[in-house]
């Protein structure tokens, strides 16, 4: 469903299926971010993440993009604790993308002119030069430049990317120790905690029982 936001204070982010509102810290007078969908995209074995963006001019004079930068104030990769003590086979996935997260700047060049009362829908595909098979989450922020008038600014979101190093096979003789793994989910509530970014929840209700006994009341505590 479409949802539209108060002008210029915020915007509908939807991520993972759900809707939540998103600050504007910056804004031109007559730009609008109205809407920002966030969803996976697999390719090559390799995770990739879609935004879909877009924009409304509310003005009377033609606004021309003309840049938009992906900013990274942060990251944690999560460590897959199931794959404690795993030899693997690795390789590294060919694939393009518009946006490098580990470039600086990691922005693009815009090619809209958005007309008075426009609406315009565009997709930013972001990846990464570098990177293992784990997923790295990473708080960062938008940018859009306008050849008039101030930039417009989001507040920090998060993104899960992994990749171009992708798992093909691996052999693991045995599995952690129910303490190995409790430790190691514990390691990654902690780091990712650092960064805003909650992965209780990716946690299994009946599996939170081998991480409270290692680290007693880390579910109790939220991001």
């Not at 949802?3 to 509102?21: K, M």
């Not at 997709?123 to 306008?146: A, I, Q, W």
């Not at 509530?189 to 409270?212: F, K, M, P, T």
Request: aromatic share 8%.
């Amino acid at each position: 469903m479409f949802q539209s936001a108060n002008a210029g204070n915020n915007c509908t982010i939807v991520q993972a299926g759900r809707d939540a509102i998103l600050s504007i810290s910056k804004s031109p007078p007559l730009i609008r971010l109205v809407r920002m969908e966030i969803a996976d995209d697999h390719e090559h074995g390799a995770l990739r993440q879609r935004i879909n963006i877009i924009l409304k001019n509310s003005g009377d004079v033609t606004a021309f993009l003309l840049k938009g930068s992906l900013i990274s104030s942060g990251n944690e990769t999560i460590r897959l604790c199931n794959q404690i003590g795993m030899q693997f086979s690795l390789s590294e996935a060919d694939f393009t993308y518009d946006v490098a997260i580990d470039e600086s700047p990691s922005s693009f060049v815009g090619k809209h002119s958005i007309a008075p009362n426009e609406v315009v829908n565009f997709n930013v595909m972001v990846g990464r030069k570098s990177g293992g098979h784990e997923p790295t989450v990473y708080r960062c922020f938008l940018r859009f430049d306008f050849d008039e008038g101030d930039e417009l600014q989001t507040d920090s979101f998060h993104l899960m990317i992994s990749g171009p190093v992708v798992w093909q096979g691996g052999y693991q003789a045995r599995g952690p120790s129910p303490e190995q793994w409790g430790r190691c989910q514990a390691d990654n509530i902690r780091r990712l905690d650092r960064i805003g970014y909650n992965y209780r929840d990716q946690i299994h209700a009946d599996s939170r029982q081998y991480v409270e006994a290692v680290a007693p009341g880390i579910f109790d505590r939220k991001s």
